[in-house]
């Protein structure tokens, strides 16, 4: 089997090009591949279509992307914590496909199985099915480009409404562990949206804190198998930070 390892995350991301759908994982702070977000900023890729629960903070993850302008477009869950998201959002300088959290990662899970598309109940009633929803403003207050229908179908008396899987240019994520294999395993709550991001990229960069031998992961221990993976790059001990830290007086 090929030896995944590459010798930098410069170099893992260094074919990057313009306009490029990458799949992020993480939440919040954790289990963000922040590493390989860094090495895409220094590399210049713009015109970038992200999918992520969240687009980073202010400063940190996808946040460093976002400050520089090089996300034209993202699908996202969890947005609030991200101030300069905000801004761009509502003044008309960035794209944004809103989506239920749980579909998120069965898009993301979808894509990577194979599967185009699924039924889910989840936005069924709201704009999220009915469209409608703004993916765009004007700057103005007015809308400049509005989510369209999606197609809906009653099964059992239920109605639910149809999501299609996604399948990005390349996937970004961060592991724990992982073997010249590209096998990884995620710590604790970093096995967040990693794994459904890892199975939807056609090229997936992991960065890990621990690279050892092929064999060293047990077969059951294995959360992504390394036929998902193309590129690993080790980068050591991360330290996940504290998103809202609340101390006693």
Known sequence: MLDKVVASATEAVADMPDGSSIAVGGFGLVGVPEILIDAVLAQGATDLETISNNCGTDGFGLGVLLAQHRIRR???????????????????ELEVELTPQGTLAERLRAGGAGI?????????????????????????????????????????????????????DYALVHAWKGDRHGNLVFHASARNFNPPAAASGRITVAQVEHLVEPGEIGPDEVHTPGIHVQRVVHVGPVEVGIEQRTVRA
């Open 116 to 168: 185009p598309a699924f039924f889910t109940p989840a936005g069924v009633g709201t704009q999220v099915a009915d469209g409608g929803l703004p993916l765009r403003y004007d700057g103005s207050g007015g809308i400049a480009l509005a989510s369209p229908p999606k197609e809906t179908r009653e099964f059992d008396g239920v109605t639910y409404v149809m999501e299609r899987g996604i399948v990005a």
């Open 74 to 92: 993202t699908i996202s869950s969890y947005v609030g914590s991200n101030k300069e998201f905000a801004r761009q959002y509502l003044a008309g």
